[in-house]
């Protein structure tokens, strides 16, 4: 059963998003918007590369020296595919630095901001086919904002520059993966770029859609919503998940929102930089189960179920 072994974050200096006013094209009445409904205040800004940012990541991350050996795959979910120039390649820069060139290392972006999902599935899913109990898997998540089309999702979250990384095994005793569930819906509200009355159906739709993926994840894992102790979503703003917890069947104060005023949207890193700071914080105890969910432009709804 797939596992976590070790979650890190990598949180960069936050900015008042009111600084990034002008750059990031807002109103005044847009930036109120953002502070007073959205409950978004500060995000995460590097001047650091994208490579630099991952290994931050990876340097804080419990037990993973000394077993770089039994790296087997590194997995890097990204919403955008390109976000380096020609012939930068952050991924190849990480893995020589680590020194994990035996190790395979691929991209995952079909999800966009879910991607970080899907790349757990899959390590989970070549871990098993290996079959080898002390094989690993290393998932390296967030990203650069490094375009103006990069830093904001208009009238839903600002993008900020945090990173994660994550050490999988095939089997353990904590963290366990207990159900997954991934839709792509299409259609009206289901593009990527978008504009204002696309993003209206989007919005339209995602309340419903969010409550269909977790109570089919909750289904694979056999069990109910009540048996959560927490949510830990994407950090996209604070009103949206008031809007889905009804539809999702959880109390309100079960969803981890406290890094969505400080951090912004990390891309494809927000669950696990949730996971880090709720179990720091002691908001999870051995054997309770809990809730990663995100959503990735494209209409892609993703949750998983895991048993801490």
Known sequence: MTCLISVSSYLPAAVPIATLQDALGLTDAQLRRLHRIYGLSEVCRSPESEAEMLLGAVAKLDGFAGVEERVRYVLRPKTVPAASPHPFDPLAEVQQRLG???????????????????????????????????????????????????????????????????????????????????????????????????????????????????????????CAASDLALVLPHNVNKVSWIRAAEAMDV??????????????????????LNYHTATRLGLLNPGERYLMVSVGLGSTFSAMVFEH
Do not use: W
Not at 159 to 170: D, I, N, Q, S, Y
């Open 100 to 222: 994990l060139q035996h190790a395979l290392a691929f991209t995952v972006t079909d999800h966009a901001c879910a991607s970080g999902l899907l790349a757990l599935d899959l390590a989970g899913a070549l871990l098993e086919q290996d079959g080898d109990p002390d094989a690993l898997a290393l998932i390296l998540a967030g990203e650069k904002a490094f375009t103006p089309a990069a830093q904001i999702i208009p009238d839903v979250a600002v993008m900020g520059e945090g990173t994660a990384a994550v050490l999988v095994a095939p089997g353990g005793q904590r963290d366990r993966l207990l159900g997954y569930a991934t839709t792509t819906l299409g259609g009206p509200g289901g593009e990527v770029i978008t504009n204002e009355e696309q993003n209206k159906v989007f919005r339209q739709i995602y309340p419903d859609a969010l409550g269909d993926v977790t109570r089919a994840a909750l289904e694979a894992a056999g």
């Open 251 to 272: 109390p309100r104060k079960r969803i981890f929102l406290g890094n969505v005023p400080r951090t912004g949207h990390c891309f494809c890193a927000d669950p696990f």
